[in-house]
């Protein structure tokens, strides 16, 4: 599924700006962990775009970051900071 849509990201006449080879290489497990605890890393790498066609990368960084929503809420706050 992923090579038929690299072929039609590739065509000259697609709809979106032509996507870099690096686009097409999936995240690493700790690239995805590191993403999910500053999503200002996924936008820095330049390959955010590939989240658009791997539904494996999407999915994993979904996962991580509803483990971190549920470490957040069960963490203790004590005057609206973590209580380590």
Known sequence: MLAKK???LRRADAAWPAFEET?????TEDEI???TFDIR?????GRG?????????LRRLKY???MFERLERATPLRDGRPDA
Request: proline share 4%; charged share 25%; glycine share 0%.
């Open 33 to 35: 962990r590191d993403c």
């Open 23 to 27: 686009e097409f290489a999936c995240f």
């Open 6 to 8: 690299q072929a039609e």
């Open 49 to 57: 775009r590939h989240l658009a066609i791997c539904p494996r990368c």
């Open 64 to 66: 991580w970051s509803a």
């Open 41 to 45: 890393k996924l936008l820095l790498t």
